[in-house]
């Protein structure tokens, strides 16, 4: 998370929020009542980020977006960037092969 901090343009940089592993569920609610935006890969995080309203960018892996991804009605605008795997599309909850 700090090295993707790190790589926002400079004049950017100073309002990103770097919070991975540092608050809990009712803290994370507080972070995204008040986000302009959430970068983070395909996790409950982002869920909840869709289901507020945050713009929210997920990176995804080789499981469907449309079946895993955020939510395509959600209120604010949201984008999926997915990595196509040699095993895609998976459908298992747990695997050795993480590419």
Do not use: M, Q
């Not at 090295?3 to 400079?10: A, I, K, L, S, T």
């Not at 990103?16 to 986000?35: E, Q, Y």
Request: proline share 10%; with cysteine; aromatic share 6%.
């Amino acid at each position: 998370a700090a090295e993707v901090r790190e790589r926002v343009p400079e004049p950017l940089r100073g309002r990103v929020t770097v919070a991975a592993g540092r608050t809990d569920l009712a803290g994370l609610a507080g972070i995204l009542g008040r986000s302009g935006a959430v970068v983070c890969n395909d996790t409950g995080v982002g869920h909840l980020a869709r289901a507020w309203g945050v713009p929210l960018v997920s990176v995804t892996g080789g499981e469907p977006e449309t079946r895993w991804g955020p939510h395509p009605g959600g209120p604010g605008p949201g984008a999926v960037f997915r990595n196509d795997v040699p095993c895609a599309p998976c459908l298992k909850w747990a695997c050795d092969d993480l590419y």
